[in-house]
């Protein structure tokens, strides 16, 4: 962290910086706040494998398909000793009968101490943590936040530029629906990046993330080109799949689907500090040849999901970093 600002967080007391609430959105989480994330995130880091969970229940509801999102929030869970209920498919589900969000929540909210949510529905989870007793975690909302992934990208921004300031910040591809891409860039705005809009017209960044970036000062330049040039500033380049599932007219998905594909060849002006990330599942984006190469960081950028939501797991249970740190249940 810089110098400048460990004055500030030491005004911040770890119990200040711990809430007991529920995570929508990222945007409302102060820099101090994200720091001390970081920083819990990288007690798990040193140490997975613990009781802190022993005896809690963790719920994770997914209305929508995940991989990464809802097993690393359930490896988190067990990791750290919880249990796991939930479901990856909701038509396994009573909702198939026709029973409503709020009935769900409610109902959950009696056997589980916090519930991990995805759902197709733009601002499903805000409503969920308005009518739920226990926490929700949003784990993704239609096209609009993820704040869990965010804090696994600032994580992983942080672990390979040893700061998250005066970064340049390239984000290729579906910047409409990109709900990463979206969470990302408020999260940010503490930091003072520069962001790199490409992407296609359909694709465009949407207008109010533009807004919110003016409103905070945020510079952002577009292009539309997209080749070893433009690259060669990049400290981060944060590849996007286009989401075929985001489409009501799969002509233009077929139209915009493989427009921007990083090639090895792409990067022979990359900075040497530059990584590609990708929230995943790649379909198109990312030619396999760039795996191997240096830059490449989209595996350990999931893998950093296990610690980042073991931090944020703990965080919404309004466990501190202070007891994460005093915590004498570790197993090796
Ligand atoms: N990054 C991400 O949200 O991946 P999943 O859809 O597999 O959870």
Redesign the pocket.
């Known amino acids: 962290m810089r110098e400048e600002h460990k004055k500030d967080r030491n005004t911040y007391s770890d119990t200040l910086l711990a809430m007991n609430q529920s995570l929508v959105t990222i945007a409302n989480h102060s820099r101090e706040k994200i720091e001390y994330l970081i920083r819990m995130a990288q007690e798990f880091e040193k140490h997975p494998n613990r009781l802190l969970l022993q005896g809690r229940v963790v719920a994770t509801l997914f209305f929508e ?6 097993l690393s929030f359930e490896t988190a869970a067990n990791r750290l000793g919880a249990r796991v209920i939930g479901f990856a498919d909701p038509k396994v589900t009573s909702g198939t009968k026709g029973e409503t969000l709020k009935d769900t929540i409610m109902m959950v909210s009696n056997y589980a101490d916090v519930i991990v949510m995805r759902h197709h529905l733009e601002g499903a989870a805000l409503y969920a943590s308005e009518i739920s007793p226990v926490p929700i975690i949003n784990a ?1 909302d239609g096209a609009n936040q ?1 704040p869990s ?1 965010t804090m696994l990208d600032l994580y992983t921004i942080y672990q390979t530029q040893g700061t998250l300031d005066n970064l340049n910040i390239y984000l290729v591809g579906d910047l409409k629906y990109g709900r ?1 891409v979206h969470s990302l860039l408020t999260a940010m705005r503490h930091f003072n990046p520069t962001f790199h809009f490409i992407a296609p017209d359909e694709l465009a960044m949407p207008e109010t993330y533009k807004q919110y970036c003016r409103k905070h000062g945020i510079r952002f330049v577009e292009h539309k080109e997209f080749d070893a040039d433009v690259i060669a500033g990049a400290d981060i380049l944060y590849m996007t799949r286009v989401q075929r599932e985001r489409f009501t007219d799969l002509m233009e998905y077929e139209r915009v689907k493989d427009r921007y594909l990083l090639k090895l060849d792409m990067l022979t002006k990359a900075k040497d500090n530059m990584r590609i990330l990708h ?3 790649r379909v198109n984006e990312i030619e396999y040849a760039i795996d191997d190469d240096p830059h490449a960081y989209y595996f350990q950028q999931a893998r950093n999901g296990l610690f980042a939501r073991e931090a944020l797991i703990c965080d919404v249970l309004g466990i501190t970093l202070e007891q994460v740190k005093e915590d004498q249940t570790i197993i090796s």
């Open positions: 398909p995940s991989t990464r999102t809802r993704g993820h992934q990463t929230p995943l599942p």
